[in-house]
């Protein structure tokens, strides 16, 4: 009985120094994926507009509350916005933790305000393939230079290099003459820290002391998504060169149906929302001003081939300015930021398909409808609209029309023949009254 117990007390021993064992193995697991370091993954992706200056800032928000060890903000933009980009230039600096910023994955660049937002940042690194700068001022009111914008914009860049003692005299000329490095050359030239092929790589090297600002302990840091909100989202995917020339397009082709029919006003309000809407874009964009008045012309000569009739040249000359203007709309020195050539051969199509088509089907039915030359209406039966005595209204033709009776009297309802034009006035009798028409001379007299 004795050994009984005692064996029933070893084994409760030994169950006991499993459970203790296991439960501190599971907790010292645990303790060590809590010391993990978390670093807050964002992406920069596309043109630099305030929806995505406020998913950056966001961004590092959340980092700062959520105790994360870095931001990395991977960044692949043509530019935009120079009040976006400002944004997240004070939001960088003004960061309790610590920012890296990496141009990537292979074949990104930091243009223009993307070069501005890799130089506020403390660490700054770039794939190979990659490459940074030509951050002249651009969008439509940046295309006609203003030397005082073109200074404020060195001033400024001058002062992100010096700050984290880069090369502040590139970064000027990235400015005023637009130059451009590869990631090679700009680590040579002191603009950027690291060269890295992948996050993982950059996140190891930033706690190096090669680097002038290191960033310790992020070798084998988690690294967490941060997603933009729908909004966001939506909003931002509209910030497209492709999208900004369709709703320009689309808004200049909607002003010239109202041009060519006024009375619908659902084509002028249309027209009036989708190049407002198209413009704002084109500002985030390195737009030519060059190339959105090739295509003004080209919406013009639209208009004024179906009013003047030209049966069509002047709509052959507006698709050579519209496939013009598509491609010198953007910056070619910017490759990114240009019209998709099978948006714009298909849209070219389309748009002669429609002139050729649809509107001069709308022009006829319109001119169905329209008032026709007084000096066709000599000799016309109309039908009395309100009671002649002796003048009054008709109808003639499905239009309504002055008329005074050259007789008496005549009731609301009868039918007239229209026997002289005066003016805008028709001189009428009663159909059965009038045995033959007289002659009209040009001017609508007897």
């Not at 610590?98 to 223009?112: D, E, K, L, M, N």
């Amino acid at each position: 009985m004795v050994r009984c117990s005692q064996r029933v007390g070893r084994g409760v021993g030994g169950a006991l120094l499993i459970v203790l064992a296991t439960g501190w193995a599971v907790g010292a697991r645990a303790d060590a994926g809590a010391a993990r370091p978390h670093v807050l993954s964002l992406e920069l992706t596309g043109v630099v507009d305030p929806f995505m200056a406020s998913y950056v800032e966001r961004g590092i928000r959340h980092a700062r509350d959520n105790d994360d060890q870095a931001v990395l903000l991977s960044i692949d933009t043509p530019g935009g916005l120079d009040s976006s980009m400002r944004r997240i230039v004070r939001a960088i600096l003004a960061s309790q933790v610590p920012v890296i910023c990496y141009t990537a994955p292979q074949g990104a660049r930091a243009a223009s305000a993307g070069t501005f937002i890799m130089l506020a940042c403390p660490l700054n690194a770039m794939a190979p393939g990659t490459n940074i700068g030509a951050a002249h001022p651009v969008g439509v009111s940046g295309v006609i230079e203003q030397k005082k914008v073109t200074n404020d914009a060195a001033a400024f860049i001058r002062s992100l290099a010096e700050r984290w003692h880069r090369n502040a005299g590139w970064a000027e000329q990235a400015v005023r003459s637009a130059v451009s490095a590869s990631a090679l050359e700009a680590h040579r030239l002191g603009e950027i820290d690291v060269i890295a092929a992948s996050p993982r790589v950059l996140l190891c090297a930033a706690g190096r002391s090669t680097v002038a600002r290191p960033v310790p302990g992020l070798c084998n840091a988690a690294l967490v998504p941060f997603h933009r909100t729908l909004a966001e989202g939506i909003f931002h995917a509209f910030a497209d060169p492709n999208v900004a020339f369709l709703f320009v397009n689309l808004g200049f082709l909607a002003l010239v149906i109202w041009v060519i029919h006024p009375g619908l006003h659902v084509s002028l309000l249309a027209g009036v929302v989708l190049t407002v809407i198209g413009l704002l874009i084109l500002d985030t964009l390195p737009v030519q001003l060059g190339g959105l008045v090739l295509l003004a012309t080209a919406a013009v000569l639209f208009a004024v081939d179906v009013k003047a009739k030209a049966h069509g040249f002047l709509t052959a000359g507006g698709l050579v300015f519209f496939v013009l203007g598509g491609l010198l709309l953007f910056d070619p020195d910017i490759p990114s930021a240009r019209v998709s050539r099978p948006l714009l051969v298909g849209l070219a199509i389309a748009v002669g398909i429609f002139m050729f088509v649809l509107v001069r089907a709308l022009l006829s039915t319109r001119v169905t409808v329209a008032p026709v030359g007084t000096q066709g209406l000599a000799g016309a039966v109309a039908t009395t609209t309100t009671p002649l005595d002796p003048t009054g209204n008709i109808r003639v033709r499905g239009q309504w029309w002055s008329a005074e009776s050259t007789g008496g009297p005549i009731p609301s309802g009868t039918r007239v023949r229209v026997v002289r034009v005066d003016g805008l006035t028709l001189e009428v009798e009663p159909q059965d009254e009038a045995a033959t028409v007289p002659e009209v001379n040009e001017k609508g007299a007897p």
